[in-house]
């Protein structure tokens, strides 16, 4: 026999805010710390003369979670940077064998490149086995740059409050922001944690 129960997959962890059980008997209250796997809602109903009842859990469980995120800034770096001047090479790719119309080395020390191609099409459905291919490189040079330990701070909470923001689904579900630091002399550490409200029960199949 095969019922749902409802448990925990989505955090490693959170503390119950709401327990709702529709449907099914609830394994857990107000306050109580859960982590993944637990059973949050059980698939059953008891009681005193009808014994235990298999049912299909249902309810709303909800729960404070938190996301956290590091980055770490070096307080000195180099990055590239375009200058603005590029150069165009250009091949022909026949089945497999490609014709070049270019040296193979660039004229650039350094540089970015974004590569092109287009097919030759004959008929509005028929394209021959032949492509035009565009390389284009754009000269970089290397730019020394060096932060300030609160500049670096700033990006560093900018980078990791970026990445939570994908992986929070519900913005204004989110109750607190922590931020914490671990300041080095070559580099700033920051971690941001959401604590987020969230519904938490999936449901799941558990035989008996």
């Known amino acids: 026999m095969k019922k749902n129960i409802v448990i925990l997959l989505q955090q490693d962890h959170g503390i119950i805010v709401k327990v709702n059980a529709a449907n099914g008997t609830p394994l857990v209250k107000e306050g109580d710390t859960v982590k993944e796997g637990n059973i949050l809602v059980g698939g059953w109903l008891e009681g005193k003369y009808t ?3 298999y049912v299909h859990a249902n309810g709303e469980v909800k729960a404070k979670v938190w996301y956290s995120q590091k ?3 070096d307080l000195k770096q180099i990055e590239n940077e375009q200058t603005g001047i590029k150069e165009n090479k ?5 089945n497999n064998f490609q014709i070049n119309f270019y040296k193979t080395l660039s004229k650039f020390k350094k540089y970015d490149t974004i590569e092109e191609n287009k097919k030759i099409k004959l008929f509005s459905d028929f394209y021959l086995p032949i492509e035009l291919l565009k390389r284009t490189n754009y000269e970089c040079i290397e730019k020394s740059l060096e932060y300030s330990k609160e500049e670096a701070k700033e990006i560093g909470i900018k980078k990791a409050q970026e990445s939570l923001e994908k992986q ?8 607190n922001t922590y931020i914490n ?3 080095q002399e070559e580099f700033v550490e920051v971690e941001v944690i959401y604590e987020v ?3 938490i029960g999936t449901k799941e199949k558990i035989v008996f």
């Open 51 to 53: 014994g235990i009842r």
């Open 71 to 73: 980055e770490k800034i």
């Open 90 to 94: 250009y091949s022909v790719k026949i």
């Open 168 to 175: 929070v689904a519900n913005k204004e579900n989110i109750v």
């Open 181 to 183: 630091y671990n300041e």
């Open 197 to 199: 409200l969230e519904e």
